[in-house]
């Protein structure tokens, strides 16, 4: 087969970015006033979550220690939902997998599945979260702020939804999820989180929002009261940072690996275009034919959910799922499609080549391709040839090196994206 020429690109794009990680967290802590929140001795929870979100555990160690230095006795609960195979144990090796343990952090994590009611939605479903958050004294929820995999909408993947479904532990997270079929996100996770503000002290939240090249752009505490105010406003600047393809029809995209710490769904729904949920419209933008995944990251831990938005997969990659992972975060979810496992193919270059001789009339060397890291990290990426005369008229497009054909070794891997980033 006649491989497309490939060249290396970058996006270059308005990408603030925080270079004092804990000046800026300080100063976000005084802004809500956070010595007066707190009573000498409270038990504090803090929310950690499974996405490999840029500094988490700088921001964390940061947070214990000031909350240590004003007297409180902070601990780490993980709100993951279903994740880590609906286990205690799982979630630990999760957030152990995150460089977040109890000796890097500086606080006690206190991980189990047990979960308290603690009212219900107005769909009339019980709203459950974590037993010892619900007990402690005081709650922070810090999560990264950015569009969610499957609902556009005023509040998607935040502080709301880290309240709604990861304090809700497998249990609870099942409960959102049921309501979502029937009701839609947009209406269940402000309910669920309306009613966590409502019935648990908690005192604010640190939302998290980040560029293109996955760095800390943004840290911001939220006083309780404005959760919704202020996310809304912070979702906003988070799309207008999003990591996007450059170009909108595409023959066919590589991914080098999918996995949990790099989206919720493995692959970015927001970047390839498709969401696959039940009741949810399809993005009509980009237009990608076929989608090859070649791995998975070992920060999933097996988990696989979204490779069933892949059209090709590697033998490499369906060698490292665990199917009953996958399955509790699918089922759990409400999303069985996205663990259905593509074709198979042995080796990256059968699985490229599958890709190409599947995009109807168009000779290989003539296709649209591109190939990327992660679909968290496309700030820089190779593109075909095809792609090259749009390229010239782009300003925001720079060339960084001309790669040759797709280039495959004595074994069929791929030769992944090498990021160049300054």
Known sequence: MNYPNMFHIRQVFDAPKILDIEDALDRELESVQIKSLLKKGARIAITAG???????????????????????????????????????EGQIEVLESLNITEESIGAQIISSMDVVEIGKSRFGFPVM????????????VL??????????????????????????????CLEVHKQTVNFGYREVIPEIGGVILENLPVLFGIGIVENIYDETAIIRAVPSTRFLSEEKNLLAEAKRL????????????????????ISGTGIDTNVIGRIMFIGEKEPEHPKIT???????????????????????????????????????????????????IPIVLK?????VEAALNTIGAVEPDKARVIHIKNTLEIGELEVSAA?????????????IEKLGPLSFDSQGVLSPVRVKLD
């Open 143 to 172: 999560n990264r702020i950015k569009p969610h995999t499957e609902f556009e909408g005023p509040i998607e993947s935040g502080l709301m939804k880290m309240m709604a479904i990861g304090m809700g532990k497998h249990r609870g």
């Open 387 to 399: 792609f090259m005369e749009e390229f010239e008229k782009r300003e925001e497009l720079k060339l």
């Open 50 to 88: 499974s996405r490999g979100t840029a500094n988490i555990d700088l921001i964390l160690r940061r947070l214990v220690r000031i909350l240590k230095e004003n007297s409180a006795k902070p601990f780490l609960v993980p709100t993951m939902g279903s994740h880590g195979g609906g286990t205690a």
């Open 129 to 140: 979260v974590d037993r010892h958050a619900a007990e402690a004294d005081g709650i922070i």
């Open 290 to 340: 076929r989608v090859v995944v070649l791995d998975l990251t070992g920060e999933s831990h097996g988990n696989a959910v979204g490779i069933g938005l892949a059209d090709y997969a590697t033998q490499r990659l369906v060698s490292k799922v665990d199917h009953a992972v996958t399955a509790i975060n699918c089922i759990t979810a409400m999303t069985p499609e996205k663990g259905r």
């Open 242 to 261: 999003m990591a996007r393809l450059p170009f909108d029809k595409i023959d066919v995209l590589v991914v080098d690996k999918m996995g949990k710490n």
């Open 347 to 351: 080796t990256d270059k059968e699985a």
